[in-house]
């Protein structure tokens, strides 16, 4: 009777590591079956074209590094859109002054600016004058005018562009095209499209 007791717990110690492991098997088995999963990450909504704020009669000024003002937007009204960071403005009005010091102005029935000014689209009876005034060598800037229904406006690089029917107006010379690219820095005009050009002689009227 000794002996059968000592067999069989002989036995139960030589399966017992490996009952134990089928134990630690199962209960494995089951928490991965009943652990919740991991949740999702959030998505993220995505940002509509929607204003996010409004302004009304409002002036936005920026400046250079001295303190000097650099350029004024003003509107009767602006929708600010948060996925672009753009400012729509109904009747916008600017006044900008170049590295020189010359005064530029722009209006239009509408227009679209990023947050410091430095690019603006002008939409509607768009108009942008440089006025006259002396260069660094001295001479005289003439008088600048450009007319079209839109407008592209680069402050930085001080260039203007448009892809529509556009007039320009320079001193008492006057060119029309379908297309326009001007650089005030290089003093480059580009004009396409149907081109018309009408030059004054100095001193001519």
Do not use: C
Request: zero cysteines; glycine letters at 6%.
């Amino acid at each position: 009777m000794m002996a059968l007791l000592k067999d069989a717990w002989d036995r139960f110690l030589l399966y017992l590591p490996v009952s134990f492991m089928g134990l630690l098997a199962l209960g494995s088995y089951w928490l991965v079956r009943n652990t919740p999963a991991p949740s999702a990450p959030a998505v993220q909504r995505a940002v509509s074209h929607s204003p996010d704020y409004f302004m009304q009669q409002f002036s936005v000024r920026t400046f250079d590094a001295r303190g000097r003002i650099r350029s004024e937007l003003q509107g009767d009204k602006a929708r600010h859109y948060l996925d672009t960071q753009w400012l729509e403005v109904d009747n916008i009005r600017i006044r900008s002054f170049d590295r020189q010091g010359r005064l530029t102005t722009a209006s239009a029935r509408r227009g679209l600016a990023n947050e410091d000014i430095s690019e603006v689209q002008l939409f509607g009876d768009a108009v942008l004058v440089q006025e006259a005034n002396a260069t660094l060598q001295g001479s005289a800037a003439q008088r600048t005018e450009f007319r079209g229904e839109f407008l592209h406006i680069f402050a930085k690089t001080e260039q203007i562009m448009s892809n529509q029917p556009v007039r320009l107006l320079r001193g008492s010379d006057s060119f029309s095209a379908d297309s326009l690219n001007f650089d005030n820095i290089e003093q480059q005009l580009q004009l396409h499209g149907h081109v018309r050009v009408t030059l004054t002689p100095p001193g001519g009227k």
